[in-house]
């Protein structure tokens, strides 16, 4: 857990920040409460991938292109 906590720490960050992004985007679209649940799912996203980012680690090849998935499942125009 000490050698590979950090890299499992900064993993699932960034895989909370994409889900909540994506949720954040399927949610909005319900009437009513669709809206505010949409804007809270985007603040956990975006406290996730801030944590994510300032989380030193040395990935792997493999991990490394995971990452990459799941920023484009974070931000699919590269905005942001």
């Keep these: ?3 590979n906590g950090a890299v499992m720490a900064k993993v699932g960050f960034k895989g ?3 889900l909540a992004k994506a ?3 399927v949610v909005a679209v319900i009437p009513g409460i669709g ?3 949409g804007s809270v ?3 956990v996203s975006n406290v996730s991938d801030y944590v994510s980012s300032k989380i030193p680690a040395k990935l792997n090849s493999g991990l490394t292109k995971a990452m990459d998935v799941m920023e484009k499942v ?3 125009l590269g905005s942001e």
């Design 74 to 76: 974070e931000h699919p």
């Design 16 to 18: 909370v920040a994409a």
């Design 41 to 43: 799912l985007s603040q």
């Design 1 to 3: 857990m000490k050698k």
């Design 23 to 25: 949720a954040s985007h």
């Design 35 to 37: 809206k505010p649940i």
